[in-house]
């Protein structure tokens, strides 16, 4: 089977040089091309070498149409402003994207949406496969528990972490709501400090008792290896707006 052509956009970033090196160490797919910002210091320089690798012989470039048309799938680790123009410029050239950018303003999210109707399109706040199956757990823990339990979600991220709460903490608020809660009732804590990779937890808290669940990641390696997992799925897949659940079969 013909490898799967990937590229990055966010290139310089911390996600970026995890995604160059995860590219580059998997079978089955190859480094077609990675961007970052116009004007960045790392235009120019090769991808290989930006991520600690030895040369790949693919330069970082804008994220402009021809990134896209040298890439069967693109995979954006970015800004939420970038992302909405990287939605556009997949949907032109017909190219798949997966998305891990979070903190989208409802306007970014529609026009993603609208992006999604002419290409694939996996959109995952996490990538991790144990925090997707966490996701599945809160949704039974709150249809199991009554409103006699309090529910509360909290998350620990990096100081660099521009978002608030994570993208990952409202789709465990959000699960939890599918399993019947109302979003007023779930309390929402966030905290930014030092280098945490990031952690989260749900909380069914009722008189005597309290559940908890929890998600630690402890390297970046696990959004890596999810994206180009979800990457890989979507390159075959029509049209639509994606879930991490859809590319690992979860209910
Ligand atoms: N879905 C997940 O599993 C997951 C995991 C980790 C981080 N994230 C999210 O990914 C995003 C990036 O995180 P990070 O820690 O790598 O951030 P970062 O700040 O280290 O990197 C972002 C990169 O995007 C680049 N960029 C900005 N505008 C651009 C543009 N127009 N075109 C191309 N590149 C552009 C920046 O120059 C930078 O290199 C954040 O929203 C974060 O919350 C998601």
């Given at each position: 089977m013909a490898e799967t052509r990937i590229g990055i956009l966010g290139a310089a970033g911390r996600m970026g040089r995890m995604l160059i090196r995860e590219v580059a160490e998997r079978e089955g797919v190859h480094l077609a091309a990675a961007a970052d910002m116009a004007g960045h210091a790392c235009i120019g320089e090769d991808a290989g070498s930006l991520a600690g690798l030895a040369p790949l012989g693919v330069a970082v470039t804008e994220a402009n149409a021809a990134f896209f048309e040298a890439s069967d799938v693109a995979i954006d680790f970015t800004l939420p402003g970038a992302t909405e123009a990287h939605a556009k410029l997949a949907a032109e050239t017909k190219t798949p994207l997966v998305l891990g950018t979070t903190g989208l303003a409802a306007a970014q999210e529609q026009a993603v949406a609208a992006a999604a109707a002419r290409v694939a399109i996996v959109q995952a706040p996490n990538m991790s496969l144990a925090v997707n199956l966490l996701f599945a757990l809160a949704r039974r823990a709150a249809g199991a528990l009554d409103a006699a339990y309090d529910v509360a979600v909290s998350e620990i991220h990096h100081?660099?972490?521009?978002?608030?709460?994570s993208g990952t903490a409202l789709a465990l608020r959000d699960a939890a709501v599918a399993g019947g809660r109302t979003e007023e009732e779930i309390a929402m804590a966030s905290i930014r400090a030092g280098d945490v990779v990031g952690e989260h937890t749900i909380f069914f808290a009722g008189a005597g008792e309290r559940l908890e669940l929890t998600h630690k990641a402890t390297s970046r390696e696990v959004f890596a290896r999810g994206a180009v997992h979800a990457a890989r799925w979507a390159a075959g897949q029509p049209p639509g707006l994606y879930a991490m659940a859809d590319v690992l079969g979860l209910d």
């Amino acid at each position: 089977m013909a490898e799967t052509r990937i590229g990055i956009l966010g290139a310089a970033g911390r996600m970026g040089r995890m995604l160059i090196r995860e590219v580059a160490e998997r079978e089955g797919v190859h480094l077609a091309a990675a961007a970052d910002m116009a004007g960045h210091a790392c235009i120019g320089e090769d991808a290989g070498s930006l991520a600690g690798l030895a040369p790949l012989g693919v330069a970082v470039t804008e994220a402009n149409a021809a990134f896209f048309e040298a890439s069967d799938v693109a995979i954006d680790f970015t800004l939420p402003g970038a992302t909405e123009a990287h939605a556009k410029l997949a949907a032109e050239t017909k190219t798949p994207l997966v998305l891990g950018t979070t903190g989208l303003a409802a306007a970014q999210e529609q026009a993603v949406a609208a992006a999604a109707a002419r290409v694939a399109i996996v959109q995952a706040p996490n990538m991790s496969l144990a925090v997707n199956l966490l996701f599945a757990l809160a949704r039974r823990a709150a249809g199991a528990l009554d409103a006699a339990y309090d529910v509360a979600v909290s998350e620990i991220h990096h100081h660099h972490k521009l978002d608030a709460p994570s993208g990952t903490a409202l789709a465990l608020r959000d699960a939890a709501v599918a399993g019947g809660r109302t979003e007023e009732e779930i309390a929402m804590a966030s905290i930014r400090a030092g280098d945490v990779v990031g952690e989260h937890t749900i909380f069914f808290a009722g008189a005597g008792e309290r559940l908890e669940l929890t998600h630690k990641a402890t390297s970046r390696e696990v959004f890596a290896r999810g994206a180009v997992h979800a990457a890989r799925w979507a390159a075959g897949q029509p049209p639509g707006l994606y879930a991490m659940a859809d590319v690992l079969g979860l209910d």
